[in-house]
Structure formats: C-alpha cells, structure tokens
C-alpha cells in the first residue's frame, strides 16, 4: 500500500510554482520539492492546511491511496 502525492498535478492546474507555493506556505522550495517526490514520510496537518488554501484545494486532490 502506498501514498501517493500528486501535489505537482495540482501545481499544474493552478499554474503555479513550487517557489510560490514555498513563500504562501511558510517552508522551503526543497521541503515542496521533497514532498511532491514522495520521499517525506509525515506532513503536519497544519502544512498540509496551508498548502489546500494556497492551492484552493482538497488533501484528497494532492493526496491518493493506491493498494
């Protein structure tokens, strides 16, 4: 079973780029960069919180579940 991020599909949809995303959120382009890899193990639900309104989204829209 895996998490899947698809956090670099929604920055496509919204035309914006990690570095933005970055400065709205509050942490580095790298951390954005390690997280749309998927080589994070855990995001805190309030980063999670500020990248779903910086992006006007859902978790469920950045995050999926594949067995």
Same mark, same amino acid.
């Given at each position: 079973?895996?998490?899947i991020?698809?956090?670099?599909?929604?920055?496509?949809? $919204?035309?914006?780029?990690?570095?933005t995303?970055? +400065? %709205?959120?509050?942490?580095?382009?790298?951390? #954005?960069s390690?997280?749309?890899?998927?080589?994070?193990?855990?995001? $805190?639900?309030?980063?999670?919180?500020k990248?779903? +309104? %910086?992006?006007?989204?859902?978790?469920?829209? #950045?995050?999926?579940?594949?067995?």
């Open positions: 079973m895996a998490i991020v698809t956090l670099d599909v929604m920055l496509a949809k $919204r035309k914006m780029q990690s570095r995303l970055a +400065e %709205a959120v509050g942490i580095t382009e790298q951390n #954005i390690l997280l749309k890899s998927g080589k994070v193990k855990g995001i $805190r639900f309030e980063t999670l919180q990248i779903c +309104e %910086a992006l006007d989204c859902q978790p469920a829209d #950045i995050l999926t579940y594949e067995k």
